[in-house]
Nanobody
């Protein structure tokens, strides 16, 4: 059974930075597409970033240029570096994995088959 655990969330002022981590166990995810999603109160879960097995990354327009997704396959860990944070980035952030090296529909939550429980990110103005 695959288990994902996110960490690194917290409270930060606008303009600040945070680095989220997602540790995977129960599966070697080097061949999987991995993604980050977020969900704010009373909103639907939305795509943030995804990275395929070769390291090619894709981003939501709202975070492009500010967030960077990366992976360390040796450590079975996914990262999300978040810079220049804004109050509208406040949400619970989830990591997710898909049993596919590439995904054309990487922005859709239903393309991913295993999920972490999330970590809260709060950005104050």
């Amino acid at each position: 059974q695959v288990h994902l655990v996110e960490s690194g969330g917290g409270l930060v002022q606008a303009g600040g930075s945070l680095r989220l981590s997602c540790a995977a166990s129960g599966r070697t995810f080097s061949s999987d597409t991995m993604g980050w999603f977020r969900q704010a109160p009373r909103k639907e879960r939305e795509f943030v970033a995804a990275i395929n097995w070769s390291g090619t990354a894709n981003y939501a327009d709202s975070v492009k240029g500010r967030f960077t997704i990366s992976r360390d396959n040796a450590k079975n860990t996914l990262y999300l570096q978040m810079n220049s944070l804004k109050p509208e980035d406040t949400a619970v952030y989830y990591c997710a994995g898909a049993n596919a090296p590439f995904l054309s529909n990487y922005g859709r939550p239903d393309a991913y088959i295993y999920w972490g429980r999330g970590t809260q990110v709060t950005v104050s103005s």
